[in-house]
C-alpha cells in the first residue's frame, strides 16, 4: 500500500454478495477461486502457448490505443483462440456479478484481452478510468471488468492499483504529466492464480512496472452495458468455425442480439447460417428488374 493510501479496502472473498457490496463501497473487489486449480492450469497453458506463438510470428501489434507491445504484449480477440476463454467469458461468478452490476440481460462482452508483461519492465500508464471515453459521468456504472490473474499479482509484478472509492467521485482523473490526479495514493493487493480483480468503469486505477523478475500474465474479461459500441466487434471478427460451436446463451454475451432495434445484421451472402439470437433477416443483395 502506498504511503497515505485511503482507508479502507475490500478483502478478498469467496462470496458474491461481499464481492457486490465491496464494488458499491470501494469500486472493486477481489474474488478467489474464480477458476477451479485445473481451469485455471488449462486456461493458464492455452493463453501462454498463444501468446508465445504470437510473438514468434510478430503478431504483438502496436495498437493505436494505449501499450508499448516492448514492455506489455496484448492478445485480443480471444474467443477465436480457445475453447477456454468462451467458457471464461460465461464463468457462473462473473456473470453473477454483471447481472448485479449492469443489469440482468443488459450486458454483453465489451472486450477480453490478454497482458504479458515481461519481469522488469516498465512503461507508463497512467491513471485512468475506464468510461473516459465517454466524455460525460454516468449515475451508474456501464462497464465491469473482470482481470484474471493466471500467475501471483503483487506490486513487485506491477499488479494492477486502485483509488478505493473513486467511483464515487464520478469525474475523470486528470491525465496530463505531472497532474496531482496522477499522484492520487493507491492501493495494490496480492492476488493469487485463479482470483479475480473486479473493478467497475468508473473506478481509478493504473497497472504497475514490473521490477521483479517473472512474468505477470492475466487475462480481462470487460462487459459492458447493451447499448454501448463493444471494445472489440465480434459480430465482424468472430470467426465462423468458432460462432458456429457457440450456444445462443454464448452468443447473446457475446453481442449477437438485437437491442432496441440496433446491432441489426443481416446475412452477409445467400446461405449466411450466421445471425442474431431469436432474429434471422436474410441476405437481400442489389436487385434489379432485367
Known amino acids: 500500500m502506498d504511503s497515505g493510501a485511503p482507508i479502507g479496502q475490500p478483502t478478498p472473498t469467496r462470496d458474491v454478495e461481499q464481492g457486490l457490496a465491496d464494488l458499491r463501497d470501494y469500486g472493486y473487489a477481489i474474488h478467489l477461486d474464480y477458476l477451479t ?72 462482452l465489451f472486450n477480453q484481452q490478454g497482458m504479458v508483461m515481461q519481469g522488469g519492465q516498465v512503461g507508463t500508464n497512467a491513471m485512468h478510468h475506464d468510461q473516459m471515453g465517454l466524455g460525460f459521468p454516468t449515475p451508474r456504472p456501464l462497464m465491469l471488468n473482470c482481470m484474471l490473474a493466471l500467475a501471483n499479482f503483487d506490486d513487485e509484478a506491477g499488479a494492477t492499483r486502485f483509488v478505493p472509492a473513486s467511483h464515487k467521485w464520478n469525474k475523470d482523473p486528470g491525465v496530463t504529466p505531472g497532474h496531482p490526479d496522477q499522484a492520487m495514493p493507491s492501493i495494490v493487493h496480492d492476488i493469487p492464480p485463479g482470483a479475480v480483480v473486479l473493478w467497475e468503469g468508473r473506478t481509478w486505477h493504473r497497472a504497475g ?82
Open 37 to 108: 486449480p485445473d481451469q485455471t492450469k488449462a486456461t493458464h497453458d492455452r493463453f501462454v502457448e498463444q501468446a508465445a506463438l504470437e510473438q514468434e510470428l510478430g503478431f504483438n501489434f502496436k495498437r493505436p490505443h494505449h501499450y508499448d507491445p516492448r514492455y506489455m504484449q496484448e492478445v485480443s480477440f480471444m474467443l477465436n483462440k480457445g475453447r477456454v476463454f468462451i467458457d471464461l467469458m460465461m464463468n457462473p461468478y462473473g456473470l453473477q456479478y454483471c447481472e448485479a452490476t449492469l443489469g440482468k440481460d443488459r450486458f454483453k
Open 209 to 290: 512496472d514490473n521490477h521483479s523478475d517473472r512474468t505477470r500474465v492475466s487475462i480481462t474479461t470487460t462487459y459492458c452495458d447493451l447499448m454501448m459500441n463493444a471494445g472489440t466487434n465480434y459480430l465482424a471478427g468472430l470467426h465462423d468455425d468458432v460462432y458456429e460451436t457457440m450456444t445462443d446463451d454464448e452468443r447473446l454475451i457475446a453481442g449477437f442480439r438485437l437491442v432496441y432495434n440496433t446491432n441489426l445484421i443481416t446475412g452477409r451472402y445467400p446461405g449466411d447460417t450466421r445471425q442474431l439470437v431469436g432474429y434471422e433477416e436474410p441476405y437481400v443483395g442489389e436487385l434489379r428488374r432485367t
